[in-house]
């Protein structure tokens, strides 16, 4: 059975940094993609983030243009594990945020179709 876990979430002040943790079990995705999606409250969950391939050989690491150059992605393949470094923070940030996961891609996918599993989600809230 495979399983997601994230963890990290919680309030923190316009500004500031969070880091989120997701652990795969069950399932390794060392040549798949591993990414972070995010819904607020009466929104659509939203790619935010993922990785892809086997990043040391040059994989594939996306994000969405509301993140870029303030959140990072990266993973431990020996760990299974993929995590969201999140600098810079602002209230409209404020989301649960899910890990998702997927075996078989080289490229980071950003439909959530795409994603085969997903975690229960982890709550970020910015307060301004």
């Known amino acids: 059975q495979v399983q997601l876990v994230e963890s990290g979430g919680g309030l923190v002040q316009a500004g500031g940094s969070l880091r989120l943790s997701c652990a795969a079990s069950?399932?390794?995705?060392?040549?798949?993609?591993m990414g972070w999606f995010r819904q607020a409250p009466e929104k659509e969950r939203e790619f935010v983030a993922g990785?892809?391939?086997?990043?040391?050989?040059?994989?594939?690491?996306k994000y969405a243009d509301s993140v870029k150059g303030r959140f990072t992605i990266s993973r431990d393949n020996a760990k299974n594990t993929v995590y969201l470094q999140m600098n810079s923070l602002k209230p409209e940030d404020t989301a649960v945020y899910y890990c998702?996961?997927?075996?078989?891609?080289?490229?980071?996918?950003?439909?959530?179709?795409?994603?085969?599993?997903w975690g229960q989600g982890t709550q970020v809230t910015v307060s301004s």
């Open positions: 998702a996961a997927s075996s078989g891609w080289s490229v980071v996918p950003i439909m959530r179709p795409s994603y085969d599993y």
């Open positions: 069950g399932r390794t995705f060392s040549n798949g993609v």
């Open positions: 990785v892809a391939g086997v990043t040391a050989s040059g994989g594939s690491i």
